[in-house]
T-cell receptor
Framework: AQKITQTQPGMFVQEKEAVTLDCTYD???????LFWYKQPSSGEMIFLIY????DQQNATEGRYSLNFQKARKSANLVISASQLGDSAMYFC?????????????WGLGTSLAVNP | DTGVSQDPRHKITKRGQNVTFRCDPI?????LYWYRQTLGQGPEFLTY????????KSRLLSDRFSAERPKGSFSTLEIQRTEQGDSAMYLC??????????????FGSGTQLSVL
C-alpha cells in the first residue's frame, strides 16, 4: 500500500535560518512523483516543489529544495533563509504512475513556526 | 488572473439536511478535483473530472455524495442527509492536464462544513 509519513508534528525555526521537514514514503511502484505543498491559515494548498522518481538531480525552486534519497525512500523539504511568512502547515504527497491514477496520497503534515 | 474559488467558505447545517458546494476552477483548466480534509489530517481524494467526465471516484464517497461538472467548467459537490462525520474542509483543485506524474494542482481555500 502507498503511504506518506511525516514524523514531525511541529517544528520551530529562527528567521533567516534553514529548516528541514522530513518525509518518507512507501510504494512498490518504480515510477512515482513526490510533491510538497504549503497550507497557510487561509486554507488553500500552495504547490512548492516536485520530484520525479527518475529525476537524477534534486529539485530546487527558489528557497525550496528537495533532498531526495531514493534508496531510503525519503523526500525531505529544505527551506533556506526562513521568513515569517513561511509559518504554515507543510504537506508531503505522492502520486503513483499507474494507469489513469491521478490521486495524490498525503501525509499528516508538519506545522512550521518561524520565530522573529 | 483569478484562482480557484469555492463557495461558501463556511457552512453550518443540521444533521440530515442536504448541502451543496460550488467550485469555480481556473478558466483554462480541464481537470477538477475534490478532496476532503479533517482536522489534523492530510487531504483525502474524493473524485476528479476531466472536462465534464467524472473519471475516478473514491470508495470514501458514499452514495450520499454526488459531484457534477455539467459543462466542464464549474463543479458542485452535494452531500445528502448529512451526518456529523461529514464535518470537514472540502477542497477543490484544478489543473491543466499536460504531463502525468508532475501535474500540479491549484487549490481553492475550501468550504468548511460543520454538521450539528
Amino acid at each position: 500500500a502507498q503511504k506518506i509519513t511525516q514524523t514531525q508534528p511541529g517544528m520551530f525555526v529562527q528567521e533567516k535560518e534553514a529548516v528541514t521537514l522530513d518525509c518518507t514514503y512507501d510504494t512498490s511502484d518504480p515510477s512515482y512523483g513526490l510533491f510538497w505543498y504549503k497550507q497557510p491559515s487561509s486554507g488553500e494548498m500552495i504547490f512548492l516543489i516536485y520530484q520525479g522518481s527518475y529525476d537524477q538531480q534534486n529539485a530546487t525552486e527558489g528557497r525550496y529544495s528537495l533532498n531526495f534519497q531514493k534508496a531510503r525512500k525519503s523526500a525531505n523539504l529544505v527551506i533556506s533563509a526562513s521568513q515569517l511568512g513561511d509559518s504554515a502547515m507543510y504537506f508531503c504527497a505522492m502520486r503513483r504512475n499507474a494507469g489513469n491514477n491521478r490521486k495524490l496520497i498525503w501525509g499528516l503534515g508538519t506545522s512550521l513556526a518561524v520565530n522573529p | 488572473d483569478t484562482g480557484v474559488s469555492q463557495d461558501p467558505r463556511h457552512k453550518i447545517t443540521k444533521r440530515g439536511q442536504n448541502v451543496t458546494f460550488r467550485c469555480d476552477p481556473i478558466s483554462e483548466h480541464n481537470r477538477l478535483y475534490w478532496y476532503r480534509q479533517t482536522l489534523g489530517q492530510g487531504p483525502e481524494f474524493l473524485t476528479y473530472f476531466q472536462n465534464e467526465a467524472q473519471l475516478e471516484k473514491s470508495r470514501l464517497l458514499s452514495d450520499r455524495f454526488s459531484a457534477e461538472r455539467p459543462k466542464g467548467s464549474f463543479s458542485t459537490l452535494e452531500i445528502q442527509r448529512t451526518e456529523q462525520g461529514d464535518s470537514a474542509m472540502y477542497l477543490c483543485a484544478s489543473s491543466l492536464a499536460q504531463g502525468s506524474l508532475n501535474e500540479k494542482l491549484f487549490f481553492g481555500s475550501g468550504t468548511q462544513l460543520s454538521v450539528l
